[in-house]
């Protein structure tokens, strides 16, 4: 069971809030890129706001370094982002 969010907010509120289309946050989903904190009864899935949002940052950020999907993705796997930054950079 997913912990559920202290500041929930739905994908197309996220959309609105970020300012990053619609298509673009939902890309990302499928892509494993953001995770959903909480889902409703009807399936309605919701994010923590600011974790999302630091994750949308983050992707951005690695996308305008040149990252491709796959090296998203396993930035977000790794536990431990400071050891993923090393690995990287050093």
Avoid: H, V, W
């Amino acid at each position: 069971m997913k912990e559920i969010s202290k500041n929930p907010i739905t994908i197309e509120q996220l959309s609105r809030f970020s300012g990053i289309k619609l298509k673009i946050i939902s890309e990302y989903i499928r892509k494993g890129f953001l995770p959903y904190n909480n889902e409703d009864e009807d399936g309605r899935r919701y994010y923590d706001k600011s974790n999302a949002s630091e994750r949308l940052k983050k992707i951005r950020e690695l996308k305008k370094e040149g990252f491709t999907p796959k090296e998203i993705q396993d930035f977000f796997r790794k536990k431990d982002f400071n050891e993923m930054r090393k690995e990287l950079y050093c």
